[in-house]
């Protein structure tokens, strides 16, 4: 890989009613209206690239803006599910703000109740996902993905760790970064998954 091309889905079902949804599994979770505009106007944005693959997570949201925005292109397709948003346990299909109440209060180590996930677990994940990426013989990667492993990625870009309360990441955006840029992400976040703490 030379350049990847992070894009968060267009607005979701989910995310309109703000509610979370780490089960790609459960009902719903397609774009709205608005999220299929969204997902159209980012093509037109990625019109001059050249996209040799293109990644999505498991979720409906993130197979559909893909659809959308490389329609009538010919872009070979794999999914990574390492990339799927945080799992939220007992607060899956619940409101975003529940959620933000608890991981707020919680260590990044700690378990989302009802076998949810940690920050650190998915930020781990994520390294995972970013180390596969680099490896793949492509040369620009299109990946649609979701809020969370887009803001852990563009914060390490900045030398910044994780952190309890995260910038949002608008939707159907595109943010390039080169092999290297990808490469430092990777080992920062490692490097804070061997020790995580939140400032």
């Known amino acids: 890989m030379e350049r990847v091309i992070f894009a968060r889905h ?23 209206s608005t999220g299929r505009e969204q997902a159209r106007a980012l093509g037109l944005l990625l019109a001059d690239d050249e996209i040799d693959l ?3 997570t498991e979720f409906r949201r993130t197979r559909e803006t893909a659809d959308l925005a490389l329609e ?33 209060a919680a260590s990044p180590t700690d378990a ?14 994520y ?4 180390r596969t990426l680099l490896a793949r013989p492509e040369q620009t990667i299109l990946v649609v993905a979701h809020a969370l492993p887009i803001r852990y990625a563009l914060s390490a870009l900045l030398e910044a ?16 970064m080169s092999a290297e840029q990808l490469e430092r992400v990777a080992r920062r976040l490692e490097a804070w ?6 400032a």
């Open 112 to 125: 989302c109740p009802g076998g949810g996930e940690s920050r650190a677990a998915a930020a781990s994940r």
């Open 127 to 130: 390294a995972r996902a970013f």
């Open 161 to 176: 760790d994780p952190a309890a309360v995260v910038e949002p990441v608008q939707y159907a955006e595109p943010h390039r």
């Open 54 to 56: 293109c990644a999505t």
């Open 72 to 104: 009538k292109r010919n872009v070979p397709r794999v999914v990574l599910r390492e990339l799927n948003d945080i799992r939220f346990g007992s607060y899956e299909g619940g409101l975003l703000e529940e959620y933000r109440r608890w991981a707020h």
């Open 10 to 32: 267009g607005e979701s079902e989910f995310s309109v009613r703000g509610a979370v949804n780490g089960d790609p599994a459960a009902e719903g979770g397609g774009l709205t």
């Open 193 to 198: 998954c061997a020790r995580p703490a939140f």
